[in-house]
DNA sequence: CAAGAAGTGGACCGACCGGTCCAGTTCTAT
DNA sequence: ATAGAACTGGACCGGTCGGTCCACTTCTTG
């Protein structure tokens, strides 16, 4: 078992290289980024490469998880099965607003969706995505059966429908608010996700009425 | 300008052909899809393929017209304009069960929605798709103003947003259906189906209650 | 200072890619 | 029968890819 002890990487070097690896799998997919384009980007020999990294998988792998860490950290500060009836709503929205404002703060975690995204129907990338996207599936799910339970959500579709259209719904809506951005002000951008979050109330609240 | 005659390919072969190429496309994406395995799968040479084709791109184009016409065709059977109260509802409803039983009943539509989503990201593929959506862009934003206009439709939100939430909604509504496509038996594609309409209906009625 | 470990530059490998080219075959129309 | 168009097999091209290899330099440790 040869070693590659990418933890011997100088900190700005590391970031710098996963930094121009995320846009390069963002952009391409796992397949389709160039390992060489990565390491001629960054100014680095093959070889030396090769002596910090196993391969492309290895660097895509270390790629994720440092770049989608911090998101991973955000949902295991809840305490789900605490949650009640009348929690449930204002810690989901708590949770978006962290997530929204974490999102403001550092560009380069929109990166890492659009990586993550991108490279999740990728042979190759696929086996590592599937994996993280498990741990938050697990939490998502979790947190839907209970607010089923509580009977603050509905029950009559498919989990995996459900998540997939809510994931698609909110980066639509990210994805909106930040192209218009400068068009807004501040009223109108409290506004918009005001409304925003109330299409997530409309298509999760059981039938009635 | 050179000809390449594909319609003088034997309408058999043909349509073999653009079976394969489907498939593959569906599978890998525009770039990453072989033509090297394309041609030789169905036993065509390199030679006799740049003879009937100029290039992938033409043997992407021609594939996705193949395949998505049927569905294109679909919505422009409709009038806009003439919709009423009353039938504005309806009319959709007509259309996504006419879509529905379409797919239901050739499966190699399920292909074409592969290849597509596969492919719409994919440089190379992408104006090709964008280029298709456009068309269908044009036709949801016209028909949510008639129904706003009506006042069967929300006006309380911007439409850019409204559209934009929509589409990623049915891409993702879509994909989800083709994804679990084979676990699921017709009465379970039709609940799908049903059930994804009733989440634009919750989404688009204007608030009351 | 010396010896070995850590790190690096760059040529090189085999595989695959889309696309070209041309000699040769088969078809069609006179 | 024959000229010319239509068609095809397959070698070949330049390019990119991930990955290997080895000689060389630099750093660390005794």
Redesign the pocket.
């Known amino acids: 078992m040869i070693e590659h002890?990418s933890h011997?990487l100088p900190t700005d070097k590391r970031a710098a290289l996963f930094q121009i690896s995320s846009g390069e799998f963002a952009a391409n997919g796992f397949k389709q980024?160039?390992?060489?384009?990565i390491i001629s980007e960054l100014g680095?020999?093959?070889?030396?490469f090769?002596?910090y990294f196993a391969?492309?998988?290895d660097l895509f792998r270390q790629t994720l998880e440092y770049v989608l860490k911090p998101v991973l950290d955000l949902h295991q500060s809840v305490d789900i099965k605490a949650l009640t009836t009348d929690t449930l709503w204002p810690s989901i929205m708590q949770i978006v607003g962290e997530a929204t404002r974490m999102v403001n703060s550092s560009p380069e975690m929109v990166m890492a969706g659009r990586m993550f995204y991108r490279c999740y129907d990728d042979p190759g990338g696929h086996e590592l995505t599937q994996e993280i996207l498990g741990e938050f599936t697990t939490w998502t799910t979790k947190l839907i059966q209970h607010g089923q339970v509580l009977g603050v959500f509905r029950s009559d579709l498919p989990d995996t429908f459900l998540i997939e259209i809510l994931m698609a719904m909110g980066m639509s809506m990210d994805r909106w608010i930040v192209k218009n951005w400068d068009e807004l002000d501040e009223q109108g951008r409290m506004d918009i996700s005001q409304a925003g979050f109330s299409l997530f109330v409309r298509l999760l609240e059981p039938d009635k009425c």
Chains 1, 2 share one sequence.
């Open positions: 002890p011997k980024a160039s390992l060489n384009r680095m020999s093959k070889s030396s090769y002596h391969n492309k998988q």
